[in-house]
């Protein structure tokens, strides 16, 4: 979608939270709109949905000086500076830090954490010009599929607000639908970004493992972490990649040189000559009718579109949810063992000694989901029980490598829902963990295999909730991934 | 009671390198507290590792010199437990794929014969941070995260140590590798080097083996604490089997802490309380694979060391085992035989003066060879003297005594007292006959054939020059006069 | 499976102490999804891939720089005390 450039100079705010950075971009550069007013219009819409009975509440913090930022870009500007983001506006997952802000991964056990470093994308995105409008809420530690784990409050749905947004980048995929933000950083480890936009109706990009680097995303699962984005449309998810994975970063000895920073403006692309996978494991009856129904829709596309379609049986993806729900506790386990109150966060009060100090500290700083899944964490890696879950997991795990990588030979891309359902209501799944994590089916794999996948608002429910499909392609290969996408979206989006 | 004491080191130490394992905080000692810390040694959130190569290099180098295997593909696992001075609740270490794997090294045993220690692994680590407790009066302890991040090497050895002694010969033989390798600096007293041992008791009774059981022996942080502790241990050991009986079956492994001042060792952690590291593959960083090209390029910077030293010293210079041995106890006295044998025919002749008049004039004054006033080249001289008949062997003898004391040069010594061997033929001549005509029983025997009796004769010629008669030239001569 | 003894060694592990309500129903829903674990049963492990490594030459220089200034690590602490993060008393045989 193009937006003439002449219409936005007479557009009221709520005209101006409707454009897609790319078009921000292009009106901040004709000089018809100013970084200041686009950063007043997301923070009246969010000033107003704050006052709602039912708020989205998908920001934990509002910048104070959002606007402040804003202004200092629109200077830049005015002396002729041309960074590839400057004045454009992005939301901040509240796991992914910027130097002297508050960074509390929704959890207690932070609050009142200021990172004390950025996160490496926040320097390129801040290098680059951006203004961080504010702290996205999440489930506590990026655990969860709803956004109900948050020490925050719950986040709505901004199409049915007794609805989740899922998670756990809630918060980000929330605040670019309800146009509170143009764009978020979230983060995936199981599907933690494609998930609340399936939910919310956006697109979402996940990365291939590598593609960005993992320095200053505080960690959950080292081995499946991505910052990932969420936006209005695809030119946007491919503008911001291609500042924020520019080169490998020295600090993550993960992180991969992609080009990616490169790689020119977004062509829409024939599909002919792509064949296009269809995972039978993900659209079995076990999928919502709805959800079928919308997948089904975007199938014909496809085809119509040029490409080639099969279904392709591949049995391992029935064991990704028990895979991920060891390895993930295992690497989370580990990584917030560091969390104990000694040198950072909130410690409690009242300890008579060391040992009570942490307890004490652990058990009033953790949420539930948290608690649970560092007790499935230290349970799988425990001496009797390492070989049976996390050995056995990270077997399965390389077998399931060899069989996407026999796969990816013979299609190009995988297509299927981004979620079995569409969105469920809040506190429908809150107590019963389990259904909670099968929600992951379809988005675990790429993280198990490093993929990039992509989630896009396929269509809507007979009663109008968004439904996402899926797009996952071999590592590296984000821009078929973005192409395919972009294809769709200019024959369906508007 | 016969028994046999059995005890395996765990050696810590920590490398020489620029900055720290993971990150780029300066790997110095001591400063301002918490003022070499950042937020990857200090494990803050979103922080990740990044490997430093010379860490790499530095384990690679002390492996060959401890006679590993290098391994083609090393890896790095976190191993958890819960310390206020661990600040990421885990430690980035080795679990199953070290390094290094399978070397040794040898020492003097208790016995005076060789003992063969082996290494089952070396692999790395890093350092955890230290703990304060201030005398204030306060229920509280300070903690400084300095230390956090320093690059340590653990060397696990096979309970191969037979004797207290062997333990602390073993940590200083350690010691002096490392050092000749230049990885460490391997100061007990600021910690750069430290060990721990497991030790117990074999208890031979009624031609049965009975296993008491290990303790692990921490804060033991001299040499001579070693061999303290251990001796302590034993004797414990020893009195707690003679009381108890206490099978290792039964009772498994505790962990004791040295007391230096009171001169025991404490019980710290009771079998039960045995830890579950959880390890697993730290996935913040990725396999190393190490090629046969570097471990090839590294190995020619280890050629000087101990082992490879003894290796040429009995294959090219025909030296025995146990000389070997001697000779590269240090590597101060391996480069003081180097260089005074440079060039000589007879490498062993200068071995032999050294493990026995250098050697013994060491002990006697407990210097090493380094504090010595006679350098390699000096004491080449000396040798040089002999060879070229100008003194005898047993004079050189007290010539280097001389040279020792005093810091004067052989030639300087020897034209000072007189003791430049006698070549004049007359005067040796003039010695033989006096000697034959005092001595004529033997003189007579040697005619008669016992051949025995010109050595006898010899001893009196040597005498009567006070030891500067040319050897060969006397007894010609002394042969020549008795046909 | 997941009797009281294996829940408090789990706690001590993750150094949490649980409320006794807590405790019971996490011990339940650990057991319901360690059970959906076994699906995992049906599939054949292989041998984890370490092709994906890197050589020492790929790792980082040995050059150190400057630490964090230690203002910012006192903004962080909880407790900060001459340099130092205070804590309670740790107990080792030093005390002895």
């Keep these: 979608m193009s937006f003439p450039v002449f219409w936005i100079s007479m557009m009221n705010d709520r005209r101006l939270n409707g454009l897609t950075l790319s078009e921000m971009r292009r009106a901040l550069q004709a000089g018809e709109v100013s970084s200041v007013e686009l950063v007043e219009a997301f923070r009246n819409a969010w000033e107003e949905d704050s006052s709602n009975e039912k708020p989205v509440n998908g920001y934990v913090e509002f910048f104070a000086d959002a606007a402040q930022q804003a202004r200092k870009a629109d200077e830049a500007r005015a002396a002729g500076g041309h960074g590839k983001l400057l004045g454009l506006p992005i939301a901040v997952k509240d796991n992914i830090q910027i130097a002297g802000r508050l960074t509390t991964c929704a959890s207690n056990i932070l609050q009142g954490y200021r990172a004390p470093y950025s996160a490496t994308v926040i320097e390129r995105l801040e290098a680059a010009g951006a203004v961080f409008l504010g702290r996205a809420n999440m489930d506590e530690f990026a655990m969860g599929s709803s956004c109900e784990y948050s020490c925050y409050g719950a986040v709505r749905n901004p199409h049915d607000r007794d609805r989740t947004a899922g998670g756990s980048s809630g918060g980000s995929a929330a605040l670019v639908a309800a146009k509170q933000a143009p764009f978020a950083l979230g983060s995936d480890t199981g599907g933690s970004v494609r998930l609340p936009a399936s939910f919310c109706g956006v697109y979402g990009l996940k990365p291939s493992y590598g593609t960005l680097s993992r320095y200053g995303l505080v960690a959950f699962g080292s081995s499946l972490d991505q910052i990932g984005f969420l936006a209005r449309s695809v030119e946007d998810l491919q503008l911001v990649l291609s500042v924020a994975a520019a080169g490998v970063d020295p600090r993550d000895q993960t992180s991969e040189k992609t080009g990616f920073e490169n790689a020119g403006p977004l062509r829409a692309r024939s599909l002919s000559g792509l064949t296009i996978g269809i995972p039978g494991q993900l659209v079995s009856e076990a999928v919502d009718p709805q959800v079928l129904q919308v997948f089904d829709e975007f199938r014909r596309w496809l085809e119509s579109a040029g490409a080639k379609t099969r279904v392709i049986s591949i049995p391992v993806l029935d064991a990704c949810v028990a895979m991920y729900y060891i390895i993930a506790p295992a690497e989370a386990s580990s990584n917030l063992s560091r969390f104990d109150g000694v040198k950072y966060g909130r410690r409690a009060a009242g300890a008579e000694n060391l040992d009570a100090m942490y307890e004490k500290t652990r058990e009033e700083g953790f949420g539930p989901e948290v608690k649970r899944r560092i007790l499935i964490g230290n349970y799988v890696l425990s001496s009797g029980y390492y070989d049976a879950y996390y050995k056995k997991a990270q077997g399965v795990r390389a077998l399931l490598q060899q069989r996407m990588d026999a796969v990816f030979e013979e299609v190009d891309l995988l297509a299927s829902p981004t979620s079995p359902t569409p969105p469920f209501r809040l506190g429908e799944k809150v107590d019963d963990p389990l259904a909670m994590y099968l929600t992951d089916i379809c988005t675990t794999p790429a993280n198990l295999t490093k993929s990039p996948a992509l989630s896009l608002p396929g269509g809507r429910t007979s009663d109008g909730l968004p439904v996402g499909v899926q797009l996952t392609g071999r590592r590296f290969c984000e821009m078929t991934l973005l192409e395919t996408a972009y294809s769709w979206e200019r024959e369906h989006a508007g | ?483 | 499976m997941i009797d009281k003894q294996t829940m408090r060694n789990l706690q001590k592990l993750s150094r949490l102490k649980l409320e006794p309500d807590e405790e019971q129903s996490l011990a339940s829903q650990l057991e319901n999804i360690l059970s959906y674990f076994e699906v995992l049963g049906g599939y054949d492990a292989v041998d984890t891939d370490l092709k994906a490594s890197v050589t020492p030459e790929d790792l980082r220089r040995d050059d150190s720089a400057p630490a964090f200034n230690r203002e910012v690590l006192e903004s962080l602490a909880v407790e900060f005390q001459d340099g130092h993060f205070v804590v309670p008393r740790i107990l080792d045989i030093d005390d002895e």
């Design chain 2, 1 to 483: 009671m016969k028994y046999e004491v059995v005890i395996g080191c765990e050696v810590h130490v920590q490398l020489q390198t620029r900055s720290k394992a993971f990150c780029r905080c300066p790997n110095t000692f001591g400063g301002e507290p918490n003022s070499r810390v950042c937020p990857v040694c200090m494990g803050l959130p979103g922080s990740l590792p990044v490997t430093n190569s010379a860490m790499i290099e530095a384990a690679i180098l002390a492996g060959l010199a401890l006679d590993c295997d290098i391994a083609g593909v090393t890896k790095f696992d976190r191993k958890h437990y819960v310390y206020p001075d661990l600040p990421k609740g885990y430690q980035i270490s080795q679990f199953d794929m070290p390094i290094c794997t399978g070397g040794h090294i040898d020492i003097p045993a208790s016995d005076g014969s060789l003992r063969r220690v082996r290494i089952i692994r070396v692999h790395m680590e890093e350092d955890a941070g230290k703990n304060i407790h201030p005398d204030d009066g306060r229920s509280v302890s300070y903690l400084d995260y300095n230390r956090c991040g320093t690059p340590l090497l653990e060397i696990v050895s096979e309970p191969d140590l037979r004797a207290p002694q062997e333990a602390s010969a073993y940590v200083q033989a350690i010691r002096e590798i490392l050092r000749a390798v230049g990885v460490s600096d391997c100061n007990m007293e600021e910690g750069s080097l430290r060990c721990d041992a497991n030790i117990n008791l074999w208890v031979y009774e009624d031609g049965k083996k009975y296993a008491t059981p290990i303790a692990e022996i921490k804060n033991m942080n001299s040499f001579r604490s070693i061999r303290n502790a251990l001796e302590y241990e034993v004797k414990r050991q020893v009195r707690e089997w003679e009381q108890s009986r206490l099978l290792l079956e039964v009772a498994g492994k505790t962990t004791r802490g040295y007391l230096e001042a009171k001169g025991i060792t404490v019980l710290q952690r009771a079998k039960e309380e045995a830890s579950d590291y959880r390890y697993f593959p730290e996935p913040d960083l990725k396999p190393i694979s190490i090629s046969r090209e570097m471990i090839d390029a590294l190995k020619a910077r280890v050629g000087a060391l101990p082992a490879e030293r003894r290796r040429r010293y009995i294959g090219e210079y025909g030296i025995t085992e146990q000389d070997a041995l001697n000779l590269t106890s240090s590597a101060a006295m391996a480069d003081f035989f180097e260089a005074a044998a440079a060039g000589h025919p007879e490498p062993k002749r200068i071995s032999n003066f050294i493990l026995a008049e250098v050697k013994k004039y060491l002990n006697q004054r407990s210097i090493g060879v380094d504090e010595l006033a006679v350098d390699a080249r000096a004491f080449r001289r000396l040798i040089d003297l002999v060879d070229a008949g100008k003194i005898s062997g047993k004079i050189a003898k007290e010539v280097f005594v001389d040279m020792a004391d005093t810091g004067k040069d052989a030639l300087a010594i020897i034209e000072e007292k007189g003791l430049i061997q006698i070549d004049n033929s007359d005067a040796i001549a003039q010695a033989v006959d006096e000697v034959i005509v005092e001595n004529p029983d033997s003189a007579a025997d040697y005619k008669n054939g016992k051949e025995k009796a010109i050595g006898f004769l010899m001893g009196q010629v040597m005498k009567k020059t006070k030891g500067k008669a040319n050897p060969a030239m006397a007894i010609q001569l002394l042969r020549a006069k008795l046909k």
